[in-house]
């Protein structure tokens, strides 16, 4: 079956400390992947997307940073976390007829 | 600029109260429209897919309908478990990666 893991689940990280968010999808090959965020009482912004392995596109110019090491890894990272950085960040996998199916989401709290 | 927009921002029903959701888009190209659902905490959960104008789709007491400019999802005789943000987005022809474009959302609250 085809599944989307998304971890950690929650994360409160100091200002100025490094990120790393992993998401893992199984069932599928060369997949389109995505993250996405959202802020509180607001829409999905797009972050980042891959269409393949090391190949990243970025929407919007920020203090993140993804990469692809692997055809079912999607990795968003950053080296100093600004308070600005604080929301719930979602990966998703493009499936087709279904448009996206998401990953379970990490609440990131920066303080 | 492509745009997508959801009224209202929130709306509360009683259950049993029946009513429309609206997302309209001003884009060029549409290649599909997407509605999901999202419980607090959690990842948007697929419900439906439009692809041309006059389309509809049901699931349950849901309908979802499209026109050239605008989509609805119709809620008849909403339960309590319907409260969630239910989201639209757009995919377009053209460009790369497949992106969806996604509105703010609708806050529905369905009280007993």
């Known amino acids: 079956s085809q599944t989307i893991h998304q971890w950690p689940a929650t994360l409160v990280q100091p200002v100025g400390s490094p990120l790393s968010l992993e998401c893992t999808v199984e069932g599928t090959s060369n997949p389109n992947l995505y993250w996405y965020r959202q802020a509180a009482g607001r829409g999905l912004q797009l972050l980042f997307y891959?269409?393949?392995?090391?190949?990243i596109s970025s929407e919007v110019p920020q203090n993140l940073s993804a990469s692809r090491p692997q055809d079912r890894q999607f990795i968003l990272s950053s080296k100093k976390l600004l308070l600005s950085d604080s929301g719930f960040y979602l990966c998703a996998w493009r499936t087709g007829n279904y448009g996206y199916t998401f990953g379970s989401g990490t609440r990131l709290t920066v303080v | 600029e492509d745009q997508v927009t959801q009224s209202p921002e929130a709306l509360r029903l009683q259950e049993g109260e029946s009513s429309s959701l609206n997302c309209s888009y001003t884009?060029?190209?549409?290649?599909?429209l997407f509605w999901y659902r999202q419980d607090p905490g959690k990842g948007p959960e697929f419900l439906f897919t439009?692809?041309?104008?006059?389309e509809e789709k049901e699931k349950e007491r849901l309908k979802a309908t499209l026109t050239k400019k605008e989509s609805f999802l119709h809620i008849t005789a909403p339960k309590p478990e319907d409260s969630a943000t239910y989201l639209c987005?757009?995919?377009?022809w053209g460009g790369g990666g497949n992106k969806l474009t996604f509105g703010t959302g609708t806050q529905l609250k369905v009280e007993l």
């Open positions: 884009v060029s190209g549409l290649r599909g």
């Open positions: 439009l692809y041309s104008a006059g």
């Open positions: 987005a757009v995919l377009l």
């Open positions: 891959s269409v393949g392995i090391g190949q």
